[in-house]
């Protein structure tokens, strides 16, 4: 197999330049453009000769040539069309890697897992596209995809997020669900000059590890992310009000009260304290209060 082309500055222009290709704002194309970065996330995703990866966003290949070196084989999603005559030229000389010009958003990843994969749990590796990394992510998860981990760059901001517990100001609905279903590792941080163009915020690559079981027990699932939904829509605002306001939720102020109090928890508390055994029992608690009615 070629030894990886791309990964630098000099490199990428003259792709971008033998192509005339024009960036899509609207797209998140941000390429990379630093061999060390890309060694990183290779390591960090520990991809071995047996693994099925997923790449979301090749943009040019660059990222996608260092994978398909480790990997037994590479599914590369890109959406956007006038990237994929340039992968057919970069990627020329890696059979392993198959490109799939769609929005992964739309793609039945459980379908391709199962027919790349044999249905057994796979890796995501992407520097992902910044507008919709919550629900590339998300949609990994919730899904039922088999997934073995996620190591993808994000915005800096978006990676604490995940990572942080309860009481700091970063903590919310996406912290977690991510701690729900995986454990989180920040992995690097990447300053805007591994770029081209030169994102506007700071980056950071974060592994998320699948739970094979999730760390806490709970009833009700889809209760219990409603619950959490509903206690960060409204920052300001008690845990108690937060929930009785919630339109995706339907219980008495006394149900709620209750429900707080059987936590050992003052009527004042707010969502951002509770840690995801909390919010576990919690739903738990909401659920029981209607089983007898
Ligand atoms: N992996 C390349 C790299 O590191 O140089 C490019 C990363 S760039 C941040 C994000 C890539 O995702 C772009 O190539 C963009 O066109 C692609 N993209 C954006 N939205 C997408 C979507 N919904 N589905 C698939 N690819 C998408």
Redesign the pocket.
Known sequence: MKQPSLGNPQNTIAVLQKYQFVF?KK???????DTHVLDKIIRAADIGPDDFVL??????????QYLACAARKVAA????RA?IPILEDTLSGYENVRIIN????KVDLAALAEEENGGKPIKVV???????TTP?IMGLFEKQIPLQSITV?VQKEVAERMQVGPGTKDYGALSLAVQYYAEPYIVAYVPPNC?MPRPKVGSAVIRLTRHEKPPVEVKDEKLMFQVIRASFGQRRKTLANGLKNSPELDYTKEEIEAAILSLGKGASIRGEALTLAEFAALADQLLLSRSGS
């Open positions: 899509q797209f998140g194309q941000n390429f990379l453009i790449e979301i966003g090749p943009g040019i290949g660059t990222m996608t999603v890109e959406i956007d990237l769609q929005d992964v958003l992407a520097n992902l596209p910044y507008y919709i590339i760059m770029f």
